[in-house]
């Protein structure tokens, strides 16, 4: 099983419309928890960290499920400029090792 | 701040060929993180460094990779020799010990392995 599990997508859907993706992690010691952007051919970019009582930035909305060990994004009145990868990521119990998921991939169409 | 820099952008080699890759971090960051991405195995991390020791090489895939942190100010990765399975995008990413979950990443080296 791979430490940090998410949906690949792709999530097609209209602009405007909300869309939600969660990501499963498997150490129960990790301690950080992260979302990241990345679009096509370039490097990934912090989109946010996701903080035990959930946290909100704009139109996005992050939040993290100890007990169940997920964390979720939110994406509300999506706009095409969020068309990107979403990667989550997640650190161990060091919070120095921060480990990857395979991203899920997102397209806002007109 | 010129961010992290990787060179080169693109390297295209024979299968056997010695590659290196290069990265030079943020100023001041004192974690480096090398990951290699490809379609099937999505961000993997390689190795990552804290003040220039190696703490985790676990991810490293076999002894043909090998990386090097001489200084706060470059690292490399080393493949001897290259195979057409080590094609990938390489990242190297920095973060501080203030905000180590901040990982600020490079541009990539694109690695094709004929």
């Known amino acids: 099983r791979k430490e940090v599990e998410q949906d690949p997508g792709p999530f097609n859907v209209p602009e405007g419309a909300t869309v939600a993706f969660n990501c499963t992690y498997s150490?129960?010691?990790?301690?950080?928890f992260f979302w990241y952007r990345q679009d096509c051919r370039k490097e990934p970019k912090l989109l946010m960290s996701?903080?035990?009582s959930g946290n909100e930035d704009g139109r996005f909305t992050a939040q993290l499920n100890r007990a169940s060990q997920y964390i979720s994004l939110l994406i509300r009145d999506s706009k095409l400029s969020d068309s990107a990868t979403y990667l989550c990521?997640?650190?161990?119990?060091?919070?120095?090792?921060?480990?990857f998921g395979s991203g899920t991939r997102l397209s806002i169409r007109p | 701040d010129a961010g992290v820099i990787q060179s080169p952008r693109h390297e295209v080699t024979e299968m056997g060929q010695e590659v290196t890759l290069r990265c030079k971090p943020i100023?001041?960051?004192?974690?480096l993180f090398w990951y290699r991405q490809t379609m099937m195995r999505g961000l993997e991390l390689l190795i990552y460094?804290?003040?220039?020791?190696?703490?985790?090489d676990s991810g490293m895939p076999e002894d043909r990779f090998s990386a090097k942190m001489p200084n706060a100010s470059f690292s490399t990765l080393k493949i001897q020799p290259s195979e057409p399975r080590d094609s990938a995008v390489y990242f190297c990413?920095?973060?501080?010990?203030?905000?180590?979950?901040?990982?600020?990443f490079g541009s990539g080296t694109q690695l094709s392995v004929l």
């Open positions: 990413a920095s973060s501080s010990r203030d905000r180590q979950e901040k990982l600020f």
């Open positions: 150490n129960s010691a990790s301690q950080s």
């Open positions: 996701v903080y035990s």
């Open positions: 990521a997640v650190s161990d119990s060091s919070a120095s090792k921060i480990i």
């Open positions: 100023s001041g960051h004192d974690y």
């Open positions: 460094f804290n003040n220039n020791v190696p703490i985790d």
